[in-house]
């Protein structure tokens, strides 16, 4: 049966077969329309875009799949975060109709037996819209709100995969971020996390928009679609220092279908259907992984914001993973400046623990474990939950 895809939007079902002692079966299948005639590269993208879905229904996830072989998924080439990893993947069916294509996996997924306490746990973030650094290359196609609308996608992305991160709120971009690595008084990005209930914020910059247009070997003239180069530089801050904890820059290129003098509309699904739209996507897709895998296992971390009579109001709650009854750990929050003029950030431990008595979507309150101890407990500390 002949193959082929191209992945946009998929809408997938899941049956759930009868499950070994140690593993589980799971069928996922995917629907997708065929774009450019580009059979393998849309192969792969539904193929894993069917894993990475039943792998979520497991309670698992895939952060990467590095090959495919004649139509089936290699299972050792996988990289599985959280409780599962798979031993084995079929292709048992796929589907064409209408410019549409149907795929069917089946996956064995075995729980793992290690897996961080802090997995269970959701990381939040502040999301802004991402700049254009050299602006004059969106004048081919007047792709000037690229930044605003790739934003966008990435928020879908992030809050549609439903792994270790969520955004809770997405911000237009109004003025340049420092990426500084040292914090700066008054962080704009403390200020950002702390009006958006956040514990980090993302945002990035789209750094190369450029055109390679092939040429003949006749005339100097184009024979050929021209490419178009996307390159986006992401920052990831901490929300209650302001210190940068990870940057990565994404890159790809991908055929430019449009006319040279065409107003292009970034915000329409056939931009994003487009090969261009599409190749983008697919950076968003890896970097929402890479997001999860890098903060999968940090520890869930908020500020003390509120103090009265041996009650501490903290700014993380039930959207964070956060019961009633968990215990909490305090870091006294100091700072010094070194011999270079650098103010440098301190953490001590506290002896205090606090037990959550209350609980909101965003916030909770919590007393102490022992009156004693809590005479050092102050606005600001912060609070750790593993």
Sequence with gaps: MKRSCQLLLATLCFGLLLPSVNAQWLESKGQARILNNNVEIARNDAVQNALRQALLVAGARVSSIQRISNGLLTADRFEVRTQGSVRDIQLINELHKNSYITVTIRADIVPEIDQCSAAQLTKTLVLTEFPLTMRSQAATG???????????????????????????????????????????????????????????????????????????????????????????????????????????????????????????????????????????????????????????????????????????????????????????????????????????????????KLKVVQLGRYQLVAQPLNNALAGGIQIRDRIIKK
């Excluded at 956040?198 to 390679?212: G, K, P």
């Excluded at 040429?215 to 210190?243: A, C, H, M, T």
């Design 142 to 352: 007047a792709i000037f709100e690229l930044g605003k609308y790739t934003a966008h996608q990435l928020h879908r992305q992030i809050n549609n995969l439903n792994g270790a991160t969520r955004i809770t709120q997405l911000l237009p971009l109004q003025q340049q971020w420092h990426q500084g690595l040292q914090p700066i008084g008054d962080s704009p990005y403390v200020t950002l996390a702390n009006a958006s209930n956040a514990q980090y914020v993302l945002t990035a910059q789209i750094t190369d928009l450029s055109m390679h247009q092939a040429q003949s070997k006749w005339l100097g003239l184009s024979s050929e679609i021209p490419l178009r180069q996307f390159s986006l530089n992401v920052f990831l801050y901490d929300g209650i220092n302001g210190e940068q904890m990870w940057n990565k820059q994404y890159q790809t290129i991908a055929p430019w279908s449009y006319e040279r003098q065409a107003q292009v509309d970034v915000s329409a699904s056939s931009f994003w259907q487009s090969s261009y739209g599409v190749a983008i996507n697919g950076q968003l897709n890896q970097l929402a992984d890479d997001l999860d895998d890098k903060l999968s296992c940090e520890a869930i971390s908020g500020q003390i914001v509120k103090a009265s009579n041996d009650q501490f109001t903290v700014n993380l709650g039930r959207e964070h993973g956060i019961n009633a009854g968990d215990l909490l750990t305090i870091l006294h929050q100091g700072s010094f400046v070194d011999l270079d003029g650098i103010v440098r950030q301190t953490q001590q431990i506290s002896d205090a």
